[in-house]
């Protein structure tokens, strides 16, 4: 009942202004221009068709799928339907048990039934729930949004059931308030959550789960100081009682609350625990940086977010910039990110990712883009065995420490050819280089893993008549503990369109030879087709076919082949 009153409190507030704006005064009857009742979904039917040799086939030679989807709209309320039909399974949903009413007006958008709102990554953040909510936006300065609704429902503990964990019923209401003005915005918002004891018949505390209360503040600004120069900055407080039946305590909490009132009780079990995360962004005439800096404390946690990372830190640099009248950009980033802030786990993590990117603009034909990247971890495992007792504290220093490495970097090229109005020619090549390796000390624990990969491709289009012709080789290699293998073969691709666009024809080939210690492992061979055809928006036909023949020389001769048949039609109405 303190809820309702406290959210009734709120709606009071803001009736002032509801009237100011003259809500009860409008005309309503623009209703009737819009269809009440509007039916929208597609149907469509799959056919495949399969068959192999060499090898026993372990899928049946034919199946069809028949799938539909049906949504009755009246005045935004959704009824959605679906069914599924084929010759292995058959299904059919009707979501009839939840529901969601989202009317919008001008400036009030409101939703109904089950729904979800995001205020913050701090605060509510995404997570459903059974009741209503608003969001306001009466003038470009003033932002309104609140909720008021069930997180989660009361769920008894079961034996028989071991999947299902039991929950208290959990009600919770929020509101934000957002103002622009002074060249910036500024954001204040709370939600409070808490359980019901008397949902449960007994409280299953063998299971870990107690009845809790949370209440978040935060506020946050996005603000240009002077020229050139953003801020952002968002800094929230949780309070969490993670069981309601201990105590009050009104020792060692924070001012604000333990002045909170109704909304919040400290208690012996509460912690209060705080994230902040801020930016600054400076823009130059041709280049711009940015500081960015975030810290979350340990165990914080709200209960608007399914999931949310604590115990971290993070600095971030990056900045770009352009020269020779844009035709070089680069871009730099850099990051630090560490755990165990209260130095409290058995081991802590630092992590240090660094990258480069840089782009060349030769000519109006050539573009040559680089880009490296470098990610580094660094481990600390605590051992307090050997901290207790250890009478040399630097003998096993190094066998506690674990560093990974992975290193990559890349570049592509492409050059357009001569070119007419109609015709359109492109070559291309690109390539990659990826090292990981881990460190255990100063001692590499392994050799590390090396990947290649380069591929070079030309296109030629005649735009008039819709056809295009590509053609590519690609080279994989990989070097691990010693071993090398390796992937090399070309592949063929032609594309056509029909009809003014309508039907869209493609045919690919590609051959592959995969290689291991210089021998051939496999030889892979493959041949695809597949049409496209759209009427009138609402039609669609596709077909394909697939043909593939896989073969290891050093074992058969003729190999496994299969050859795979779809046809697709679609049916949209509106």
Do not use: C
């Given at each position: 009942?303190?809820?309702?009153?406290?959210?009734l409190?709120?709606?009071?507030?803001?009736?002032?202004?509801?009237?100011?704006?003259?809500?009860?005064?409008?005309?309503?009857?623009?209703?009737?221009?819009?269809?009440?009742?509007?039916?929208?979904?597609?149907?469509?039917?799959?056919?495949?068709?399969?068959?192999?040799?060499?090898?026993?086939?372990?899928?049946?030679?034919?199946?069809?799928?028949?799938?539909?989807?049906?949504?009755?709209?009246?005045?935004?309320?959704?009824?959605?339907?679906?069914?599924?039909?084929?010759?292995?399974?058959?299904?059919?949903?009707?979501?009839?048990?939840?529901?969601?009413?989202?009317?919008?007006?001008?400036?009030?958008?409101?939703?109904?039934?089950?729904?979800?709102?995001?205020?913050?990554?701090?605060?509510?953040?995404?997570?459903?729930?059974?009741?209503?909510?608003?969001?306001?936006?009466?003038?470009?300065?003033?932002?309104?949004a609140?909720m008021?609704?069930?997180?989660?429902?009361?769920?008894?503990?079961?034996?028989?059931?071991?999947?299902?964990?039991?929950?208290?019923?959990?009600?919770?209401?929020?509101?934000?308030?957002?103002?622009?003005?002074?060249?910036?915005?500024?954001?204040?918002?709370?939600?409070?959550?808490?359980?019901?004891?008397?949902?449960?018949?007994?409280?299953?505390?063998?299971?870990?789960?107690?009845?809790?209360?949370?209440?978040?503040?935060?506020?946050?600004?996005?603000?240009?100081?002077?020229?050139?120069?953003?801020?952002?900055?968002?800094?929230a407080?949780?309070?969490?009682?993670?069981?309601?039946?201990?105590?009050?305590?009104d020792?060692?909490?924070?001012?604000?609350y333990?002045?909170?009132?109704?909304?919040?009780?400290?208690?012996?079990?509460?912690?209060?625990?705080?994230?902040?995360?801020?930016?600054?962004?400076?823009?130059?005439?041709?280049?711009?940086?940015?500081?960015?800096?975030?810290?979350?404390?340990?165990?914080?946690r709200?209960?608007g977010?399914?999931?949310?990372?604590?115990?971290?830190?993070?600095?971030t640099?990056?900045?770009?910039?352009?020269?020779?009248?844009?035709?070089?950009?680069?871009?730099?980033?850099?990051?630090?990110q560490?755990?165990?802030?209260?130095?409290?786990?058995?081991?802590?993590?630092?992590?240090?990712?660094?990258?480069?990117?840089?782009?060349?603009?030769?000519?109006?034909?050539?573009?040559?883009?680089?880009?490296?990247?470098?990610?580094?971890?660094?481990?600390?495992?605590?051992?307090?065995?050997?901290?207790?007792?250890?009478?040399?504290p630097?003998?096993?220093l190094?066998?506690?420490?674990?560093t990974?490495?992975?290193?990559?970097?890349?570049?592509?090229?492409?050059?357009?050819?001569?070119?007419?109005?109609?015709?359109?020619?492109?070559?291309?090549?690109?390539?990659?280089?990826?090292?990981?390796?881990?460190?255990?000390?100063?001692?590499?624990?392994?050799?590390?893993?090396?990947?290649?990969?380069?591929?070079?491709?030309?296109?030629?289009?005649?735009?008039?008549?819709?056809?295009?012709l590509?053609?590519?080789?690609?080279?994989?290699?990989?070097?691990?503990?010693?071993?090398?293998?390796?992937?090399?073969?070309?592949?063929?691709?032609?594309?056509k369109?029909?009809?003014?666009?309508?039907?869209?024809?493609?045919?690919?080939?590609?051959?592959?030879?995969?290689?291991?210690?210089?021998?051939?492992?496999?030889?892979?061979?493959?041949?695809?087709?597949?049409?496209?055809?759209?009427?009138?928006?609402?039609?669609?036909?596709?077909?394909?076919?697939?043909?593939?023949?896989?073969?290891?020389?050093?074992?058969?001769?003729?190999?496994?082949?299969?050859?795979?048949i779809?046809?697709?039609?679609?049916?949209?109405?509106?």
């Amino acid at each position: 009942m303190k809820i309702r009153r406290h959210v009734l409190h709120i709606f009071l507030l803001l009736m002032p202004m509801l009237f100011g704006y003259e809500l009860f005064g409008q005309d309503l009857s623009n209703l009737d221009e819009k269809d009440p009742i509007k039916i929208t979904g597609s149907a469509s039917a799959n056919q495949v068709y399969y068959g192999q040799s060499g090898s026993q086939s372990g899928r049946d030679p034919y199946s069809y799928y028949l799938m539909g989807r049906l949504n009755v709209a009246l005045y935004g309320w959704n009824i959605p339907l679906s069914y599924r039909y084929s010759n292995q399974s058959r299904s059919f949903q009707q979501p009839f048990n939840q529901f969601s009413l989202s009317p919008r007006y001008k400036w009030i958008q409101a939703h109904v039934g089950y729904s979800s709102m995001s205020f913050s990554n701090y605060t509510m953040s995404g997570h459903q729930f059974y009741g209503a909510g608003l969001e306001l936006k009466p003038t470009n300065d003033i932002e309104v949004a609140l909720m008021y609704g069930r997180l989660k429902r009361a769920t008894e503990a079961d034996t028989s059931h071991q999947n299902r964990e039991p929950s208290f019923r959990r009600k919770a209401y929020g509101i934000q308030t957002t103002l622009k003005k002074w060249n910036g915005t500024y954001t204040f918002t709370l939600f409070r959550s808490k359980d019901e004891q008397s949902s449960l018949d007994s409280i299953p505390v063998q299971q870990g789960i107690l009845p809790e209360e949370n209440l978040v503040l935060s506020f946050k600004t996005s603000k240009t100081l002077f020229q050139n120069f953003s801020f952002d900055l968002e800094y929230a407080g949780t309070a969490i009682t993670s069981d309601l039946r201990s105590r009050t305590n009104d020792v060692g909490v924070p001012v604000i609350y333990n002045n909170a009132g109704a909304i919040f009780t400290p208690r012996q079990s509460s912690s209060f625990h705080k994230a902040l995360k801020t930016s600054m962004n400076y823009q130059f005439e041709s280049a711009s940086l940015a500081l960015a800096y975030e810290r979350v404390d340990p165990e914080y946690r709200t209960h608007g977010a399914y999931y949310f990372r604590n115990d971290l830190e993070n600095i971030t640099i990056n900045g770009q910039s352009t020269f020779f009248e844009e035709r070089i950009n680069i871009s730099m980033n850099a990051g630090l990110q560490r755990d165990d802030l209260n130095n409290q786990k058995t081991q802590q993590m630092k992590r240090l990712v660094s990258s480069v990117n840089a782009g060349f603009r030769a000519s109006d034909r050539l573009n040559i883009n680089v880009n490296y990247s470098n990610f580094q971890s660094y481990t600390h495992v605590k051992n307090q065995f050997e901290d207790i007792n250890n009478t040399r504290p630097y003998n096993n220093l190094d066998t506690l420490d674990f560093t990974q490495i992975s290193q990559n970097m890349g570049f592509s090229l492409s050059y357009k050819l001569k070119s007419t109005e109609k015709t359109r020619r492109q070559i291309s090549l690109n390539g990659s280089w990826q090292e990981a390796s881990s460190e255990q000390g100063d001692v590499p624990v392994n050799s590390g893993s090396k990947f290649y990969n380069l591929n070079a491709s030309y296109n030629y289009s005649i735009q008039p008549i819709g056809l295009s012709l590509n053609t590519t080789v690609n080279m994989n290699q990989s070097r691990n503990a010693g071993k090398r293998s390796s992937i090399f073969g070309p592949n063929v691709s032609v594309n056509k369109s029909f009809f003014d666009r309508k039907l869209r024809s493609s045919f690919s080939t590609s051959y592959n030879r995969s290689y291991s210690g210089g021998n051939v492992n496999s030889e892979v061979f493959n041949i695809r087709f597949s049409n496209s055809f759209k009427w009138k928006e609402q039609h669609s036909l596709q077909m394909s076919m697939i043909y593939m023949n896989r073969k290891r020389p050093d074992v058969d001769v003729e190999g496994f082949s299969e050859f795979t048949i779809r046809m697709n039609y679609n049916y949209r109405f509106k």
